[in-house]
């Protein structure tokens, strides 16, 4: 038996990175097409962007996002003064920090999804009379959408494993920001609390191991099923 305090801290993250993920994925999507279809100047450096936190210390990214979203921020401003709301030391802001440190992963296999498309399958259908957006919706978008869940899901596995933006930018509050990762860091900085660590660890493994396997699973099913249409 989990103790509640444990139950609180896995719902919090599976909150946190589902709204995460959701936040993301037309934006993951957006610029997955634009890297994988489109020609314009600057596209290199939009592509380094959106993989920056790949490379990027974890806690430079946060300290970036308390630099544009905190009181004094560009867009922590904005949202205080137009929205009445404020991301610091809520579970929104742990929302934002693991959907920036996810994007990237989430993009690139949107990105290959897309770029597996055959282009002639595209052409063949415009010539049949069918309009660009009928095009995307009835063969591009099947076609990529095993591309699309399998970003997704990765996205979900790494928020759930995000650490060093969210307790830069966020902290560590019980209840509030404290994921999975946070707790068992905080777990680990009190004496005899190797059980709890222990106990944490393992449910982070399993939970993420699961993300992994339903985005196989899934991907593959898509696949099959792209191919027979």
């Not at 106990?199 to 939970?207: D, E, M, Y």
């Amino acid at each position: 038996m989990m103790a509640p305090d444990v139950w609180g801290i896995v719902w919090l993250s599976l909150k946190v990175s589902a709204v995460a993920v959701g936040a993301c994925l037309p934006l993951a999507f957006a610029l997955a097409w634009a890297l994988a279809r489109g020609r314009f100047a600057g596209k290199v450096l939009l592509d380094a962007a959106v993989h920056l936190p790949l490379v990027l210390p974890p806690v430079v990214t946060g300290w970036l996002l308390l630099l544009a979203f905190g009181p004094q921020g560009p867009a922590g401003r904005w949202l205080e003064d137009v929205l009445g709301m404020t991301l610091m030391f809520r579970w929104t802001g742990a929302a934002l920090a693991a959907a920036v440190m996810a994007l990237p992963l989430m993009v690139r296999a949107m990105r290959l999804s897309i770029e597996a498309v055959d282009l002639r399958l595209e052409a063949a259908a415009m010539t049949l009379g069918a309009s660009r957006w009928r095009v995307f919706r009835t063969v591009t978008l099947p076609l990529a959408l095993p591309g699309v869940v399998a970003g997704a899901v990765l996205g979900f596995a790494r928020s759930l494993g995000e650490f060093g933006a969210t307790i830069t930018f966020v902290s560590n509050i019980p209840g509030e920001t404290q994921t999975l990762p946070l707790a068992i860091y905080s777990a680990l900085q009190v004496p005899g609390g190797e059980a709890v660590v222990t106990r944490l660890a393992v449910i982070s493994v399993l939970l993420s191991l699961a993300a992994l396997v339903v985005s196989e699973v899934l991907a593959r099913r898509m696949g099959r099923h792209a191919h027979v249409l």
